[in-house]
Structures are given as C-alpha cells and as structure tokens.
C-alpha cells in the first residue's frame, strides 16, 4: 500500500536528493501498520481467518502506538485510585462492621475513605500538612540497634531510598553504586560503562593529566516515578542511569567542579545539580536535556534539596544557606551565626533544618534570615554525655540554648568527629535526625509551634555517618557510614563498618 507524503510548506524540492525527515518515516510506519489490520470486505475467508487468529496482539499494539500523553495520565491515575480503593476496602475489612449495614451504605463509606485517603496524600505531598510521627516514636529497646544491611569496601558518600520504600540505593568512595533491597539486603552492582560508551552517551573527555573518567561518587538521586538514577562525583559530570536494567543511558556535562550533591523534584524528571564550581543547574532526565543554571553562592556547594513546589534549598562553605525560587527568578539568602553550614534539607516549604561544623543543629523558617533556633554540641565528643542536664547558665544572649557544660575541657566539637555531616527529614512530619562520627545518630522532634526542636533518643552507630535517609512511613531509617568523612579524609575510625546501617523506629 502506497503512502502519499506532501512536501513541508518551506519549499522543499522533490528528486534524488532530498531525504526525508525520520518523523515522517516513523509516522509512515505506523499508519502502514494500523491499516494492514484493517480487513477489506473483499478478502478471502482464509485472510479473515489469519486475521482473527493475531487480531488481539496486532489491536494492542495498535493502541500503544496510539495512546497520547493525555490517554496515560488517565490510565496511571486509574491505576492509581485501584489502588487507594484497595487500601480502603483492606482497611474496611479490617474494621467491625455493623450488622445489618446496606451495601450501597458501605460503598458511599468507602469512597469517603478513599477521598480523605487522597487529600491527606496531596496535602502531604504539597508540604501543607505536618504529620505527628515523633510523639510516636517509642524508646529503643537494648536489643534495637542499627544492623549492617549491604557492606562497601571504601567509605559510602551517598544513599537514597525509592518512592515505595522498598530499594535503596548507596555509593562509595570507590566509585561502586549498589541497588539493595530493604527487606532481605540481596544487592546488585552497577557496570560503569568503557571510555567509548561514555562518550557516546555525552560524556566530555578528561581534563589535565586524567586518562579516563573518575569513579568517585558523591552524591545520588532517584526519581519519584523511580525510573532514574542519577550520579555525581570528582569526574565533574552527572551520569543517568536505568534503574529498571541498572543501564548506563546518559551523560550530563556542564560543571566546572565535582558534583557534590543531586536532588529530583518530587513527582518530576527534574534533576537539580550542585557543584564546587559555585553553581546550581537544572535538568530534564525524561529529556535528556539541560534547562538553566542558577548562581549566588560564594563558594562550594555541599548539599541540596527539593520539595514539590519548584525551590531549591541549597547549603555552601560560605556559610549561607539559599532558597532558589526558580519561576519568580529570586532567592532568598540566610546566614549562619558564627560556623560553616555542612547539611540541610526541608522540613516544610517554609521551614529547614541544618548541620554545622561546631557540632550544632539549626531550625530555620523563611520569616528570619538568621536560625530561629540552634540547638549547640550536638554531637560533641563526652564522655559522659547522657548525663548532663539542661542548665539556666545553658541559655545563650540571642535565647537559643546550647547543650552540656560549657568548660572549655569538656568537649571538643571542633573535631572532625562531631561535625554534623548529615541531617534528614521524615517527609511531612515532625521528625528528624542527625549524624556525625561521635559514634550516634540522634533523633530530633521539630516543635513548629514552639519553634524549637527537642532530642528525643541516641541511636548509637560507629563510623561517620555521611548520608540518611527515612522511610516516608517513618518505620525505619537507613545511614550510609564509612570510616573517613565524605568530602575528605580528615578523619579516621577503624573499628567502623563501611555500608549501610539500618534501624527499625516503633511507631506507638
């Protein structure tokens, strides 16, 4: 069957040599594959009969073929509202039903559920709402304790956790990236592609005396949907991969520096990037493409984070945190008091928590400039730390309060040890957590109302500690430790375990 194409209206002359566009060659394709399904009326019985006996595949794939963006947003949200009234009639069945209830009653009762179900997701997700998960955590056991999930050989830099909460994902020093599953540890390895394939995927050759490119990682991402990974490190590029064949697909260049750290806007493919170059940029995994870069700090940048709403959190050696508003083209600017800021990540739209150098945790909003309350040693090196009790001498000119004694020999948090180099945030909660390389890992409850924040329990755990992360249920919290720091090797613990470290939380 013959296809006939009309020219483009710019003009193109038909003849030998003018080659057509591979748009139109695909669309052809397709069009001849659509009509040969169609069986005229004057085919003979046996065609029918051929037709009939692969009618069902060959109708299939011509729906894929035709099915637009708008078609597959109806069929994942159909999918989706199967599942969340899944979830309200497992939930139903759970309840005592009373006797006697209609059948219509009990549907009217289950689209209630499933409607509230909705909401509260949405307004979770929308960061409007905060969920009371610390008053619910209960005290550790002498039993519970963190377990070695997955084991690295060198220091592990980064971790991060699927939407679902099922796998992680966790990088080291020594460039490997593993993708584990919660549950039962079972891993697998990531294959950095050759030289070649990297090239061909976009990758820039080396620069200076290099002969190929860094396996260094230092940060990692995940995609909402998880179908993306994404990878950054000395090698100064951020590497895409396939989380579904744990295939290498893309390179991104661009920074002048180490990538330091990577975050998804939830529910996009949009991928933020920070470097020691000073810069934020801003990329599209679904397409393969760069957007923008975004500039204002003065000197590296070590962490990153996004919410939802299109911001981005960023912390630097230039002890000022920023909160890019990338639509209205502004930031805001806040400034820590006396420290370098290592760490921070969003509690809410409109409030941050964050981790300095001295061993302090800071609570942040978007009314002030400055911290609305720190929280002073933290993480500092004592001896007998559980023992000290909150003083009136513990309150500092500026109201905020600083923790233990205050003798110039009672603790050293200018030691590498108690730097806070990792801070996490149960997403839309009141919980939080902070690590360093004083051997624990301390919960916090963020009291918004009060604007303070509150220990609640020592998870002890040996080793730096350089990434975690929570489950978006709040049941378990994952920590990426290693015997150096993450950026560096200004520190030293043998007896710890390089890997990832798992804590089960109890939830009353």
């Not at 912390?315 to 890019?324: A, N, S, W």
């Not at 350089?466 to 919290?477: E, H, I, R, V």
Request: net charge neutral.
């Amino acid at each position: 069957m013959k296809n006939k194409m009309s020219a483009p209206k710019g003009g193109a002359r038909k003849g030998k040599g003018f080659s057509r566009n591979p748009f139109f060659v695909e669309d052809s394709k397709k069009r001849r594959k659509i009509d040969s399904d169609v069986i005229r009326s004057d085919d003979s019985d046996d065609d029918y009969g051929l037709a009939a006996k692969h009618g069902v595949e060959e109708e299939e794939e011509a729906e894929l073929v035709e099915e637009t963006a708008d078609e597959k947003r109806q069929r994942v949200a159909r999918a989706y509202l199967d599942k969340v009234r899944g979830i309200a009639a497992k939930a139903e069945e759970d309840e005592e039903e009373m006797e006697g209830e209609r059948e219509d009653e009990r549907e009217g009762e289950r689209d209630s559920r499933v409607s509230r179900i909705l909401q509260q997701e949405q307004l979770e997700d929308a960061g409007r709402v905060c969920r009371a998960i610390a008053s619910r955590v209960q005290t550790p056991e002498s039993s519970d304790e963190f377990r070695v999930l997955v084991k690295h050989r060198k220091s592990v830099t980064a971790v991060a956790l699927s939407e679902d909460d099922h796998k992680g994902f966790s990088a080291s020093k020594d460039g490997t990236i593993l993708h584990w599953d919660v549950d039962s540890g079972k891993h697998e390895k990531y294959q950095w592609p050759s030289e070649e394939v990297l090239r061909s995927h976009g990758a820039r050759d080396t620069q200076g005396r290099a002969t190929r490119h860094s396996r260094h990682v230092l940060a990692l991402a995940v995609s909402s949907d998880g179908k993306y990974l994404a990878s950054g490190g000395l090698d100064r590029h951020i590497h895409l991969w396939d989380t579904r064949t744990r295939k290498h697909i893309q390179a991104f260049p661009g920074h002048k520096g180490p990538v330091s750290c990577l975050t998804f806007r939830q529910g996009t493919s949009e991928l933020f990037s920070g470097s020691f170059d000073r810069t934020v940029k801003i990329w599209n995994a679904e397409d393969r493409a760069y957007i923008t870069t975004l500039f204002g700090h003065q000197s590296e940048i070590l962490t990153i984070d996004c919410l939802r709403k299109e911001r981005v959190l960023t912390v630097g050696r230039d002890r000022i945190m920023q909160l890019y508003k990338v639509p209205e083209e502004s930031r805001l600017v806040f400034r820590a008091p006396a420290s370098s800021l290592e760490c921070g990540c969003f509690i809410s739209n409109e409030e941050f928590f964050s981790g300095s150098d001295d061993g302090s945790v800071e609570l942040w909003n978007m009314l002030r400039k400055k911290p609305a309350y720190i929280v002073k040693n933290a993480h500092a090196l004592l001896a007998a730390n559980n023992n000290i009790e909150q003083k009136d001498s513990g309150k500092i000119p500026n109201g905020h309060i600083e923790n233990g004694d205050h003798s110039s020999g009672s603790y050293h948090c200018q030691s590498a040890h108690s730097w806070v180099s990792s801070v996490a945030v149960c997403r839309s909660s009141d919980l939080a957590a902070s690590g360093a390389g004083n051997g624990c890992v301390r919960l916090w409850a963020i009291e918004s109302e009060t604007k303070g924040i509150r220990t609640l329990f020592d998870l002890p755990l040996v080793g730096f500690v350089n990434s975690l992360a929570f489950a978006k249920s709040g049941q378990f919290l994952v920590a990426g430790v290693g015997q150096e720091p993450r950026l560096g090797r200004w520190g030293n613990i043998q007896s710890a375990q390089n890997g990832i470290a798992i804590h089960s939380l109890k939830l009353s």
